[in-house]
């Protein structure tokens, strides 16, 4: 399974945009790289998922360069709300487990 | 609210006594999943059902733990024995098979505590 390397946290204030970079150098041909959000007291949300290139949701955006080494989260003008924990993953559609890692925790002050 | 729920939400137990958790996935999901969590680190996957077949377990399953998915709906997690190495937040996540995503939706999950 792919290793994925992330910051432990970052901060922000309300209406910046946010990039969270997730490095993955041992990524695999098969591989996508997927994101979760998780609120304290809550179970993960899924936020976006991409192979290559750019993805863009109503949520986020998704950068992926052509090594695809690393990943780059993208929320754009964040709130108060968007306080959370950032999982980058990466693994084979076929696994069906998912391999989270410590996160990124984000704190967006007013 | 056509979510996945979980009950019970928090649970408290002495260590040796045995536990036991529901998850209801979202109706037309075949796949269910549960994860275990502790304090500040990423859920860790334990075990997978596709309908009520359990196809995978995790070693973090160990011989204390034991999941059932009868007639591919409900689940149940249970721990026998409990100790204080169990204390965690346990999720149950479910998902449609064939979907050409890794979107699994979690529930809010099962607190806990082994004293």
């Known amino acids: 399974l792919a290793k994925t390397t992330q910051p432990i946290s970052m901060d922000s204030y309300e209406g910046q945009e946010v990039n969270i970079t997730c490095s993955h150098n041992?990524?695999?041909?098969?591989?996508?790289i997927t994101w979760y959000q998780q609120f304290p007291s809550q179970g993960p949300r899924f936020i976006i998922q991409?192979?290559?290139t750019k993805v863009t949701n109503e949520v986020a955006s998704l950068f992926i360069p052509a090594d695809r080494k690393s990943s780059t989260l993208s929320l754009p003008r964040v709130s108060l709300s968007d306080t959370a924990v950032y999982y980058c993953l990466v693994g084979d559609m076929g696994r069906r487990a998912l391999t989270f890692g410590s996160g990124t925790r984000l704190q967006v002050q007013p | 609210d056509t979510g996945v729920s979980q009950n019970p939400r928090h649970k408290i137990t002495k260590r040796g006594q045995n536990v036991t958790f529901r998850c209801d996935p979202i109706s037309e999901h075949n796949r269910l999943y549960w994860y275990r969590q502790t304090l500040g680190q990423g859920p860790e996957f334990l075990t997978y059902f596709q309908n009520e077949a359990q196809l995978e377990k995790s070693r973090l399953l160990s011989d204390r733990f034991s999941a059932e998915r009868p007639k591919g709906s409900f689940s149940t997690l249970e721990i026998q024995r409990t100790e204080q190495g169990d204390s965690a937040m346990y999720l149950c996540a479910s998902s449609l098979g064939g979907s050409p995503t890794y979107e699994q939706y979690f529930g809010p999950g099962t607190r806990l505590t082994v004293t």
């Open positions: 991409g192979y290559k």
């Open positions: 041992n990524i695999a041909t098969n591989d996508y």
